[in-house]
């Protein structure tokens, strides 16, 4: 009977470490409306590195996809073109590629091209810190640094909510 209930601690014991480690025992608190954005600095597509506080002083859209996601497909020219739309302004975008393979984001890329920075993150942390659970999921972002709006998923018709929500922070008083 003990090596049973040893047994069974054990047994136990290991699925928790795992869980743990596979960040599904609990999950991550999402960054709330009002939070300050987790810091971030990560490498960029094509080289170099990315970093959140490379833009503070601007409202930032900051855009977590991944290559096998159809609607990151769909948002990303629709992003660029908001990036396009508000390119005289504070008004910046930065995206987060979450693929394992770090070559899937450079490949996705060439094909369709945008005009912002994207980073890899392969090993999943900065979403993790963000609480991201679908794709896509982006914050917008303001000037000192704080998450206003969260946005999951992306459908076309999404876009005219995003701009006047963009237009609201450039226009916000400092």
Same mark, same amino acid.
């Given at each position: !009977?003990?090596?049973? $209930?040893?047994? #069974?601690?054990?047994?136990?014991?290991?699925?928790? *470490?795992? @869980? +743990?480690?596979?960040? %599904?025992?609990?999950?991550?608190?999402? +960054?709330? *409306?009002?939070?300050?954005?987790?810091?971030?600095?990560?490498?960029? +597509?094509?080289?170099?590195? $990315?970093? %959140?506080?490379?833009?503070?002083?601007?409202?930032?859209? *900051?855009?977590?996809?991944?290559?096998?996601?159809?609607?990151?497909?769909?948002? #990303?020219?629709?992003?660029?073109?908001?990036?396009?739309?508000?390119?005289?302004?504070?008004?910046?975008?930065?995206? $987060?590629?979450?693929?394992? =393979?770090?070559?899937?984001? =450079?490949?996705?890329?060439?094909?369709?091209?945008?005009?912002?920075?994207?980073?890899?993150?392969? =090993?999943?942390? $900065?979403?993790?810190?963000?609480?991201? =659970?679908? !794709?896509?999921?982006?914050? @917008?972002?303001?000037?000192?640094?704080?998450?206003?709006?969260?946005?999951?998923?992306?459908?076309?018709?999404?876009?005219?909510? *995003?701009?006047?929500?963009?237009?609201? @922070? @450039?226009?916000?008083?400092?």
């Amino acid at each position: !009977m003990q090596r049973r $209930i040893r047994s #069974l601690r054990t047994t136990l014991l290991a699925a928790s *470490l795992w @869980l +743990v480690s596979a960040g %599904l025992a609990a999950p991550t608190p999402a +960054v709330e *409306l009002g939070e300050p954005a987790p810091a971030f600095t990560a490498p960029a +597509v094509g080289g170099g590195e $990315i970093s %959140l506080a490379a833009y503070r002083g601007k409202v930032v859209y *900051l855009d977590f996809w991944a290559t096998w996601c159809g609607p990151c497909a769909q948002s #990303l020219p629709a992003i660029d073109d908001l990036r396009d739309e508000f390119a005289d302004s504070d008004f910046r975008v930065l995206a $987060i590629n979450v693929d394992r =393979q770090k070559g899937a984001a =450079q490949t996705f890329l060439r094909r369709r091209p945008v005009g912002y920075p994207s980073g890899l993150d392969p =090993q999943g942390e $900065i979403p993790v810190r963000f609480g991201v =659970q679908t !794709m896509p999921t982006s914050f @917008l972002i303001d000037r000192d640094g704080v998450v206003r709006h969260v946005h999951r998923g992306f459908r076309t018709s999404d876009v005219p909510e *995003l701009r006047r929500k963009i237009q609201a @922070l @450039l226009g916000a008083d400092r």
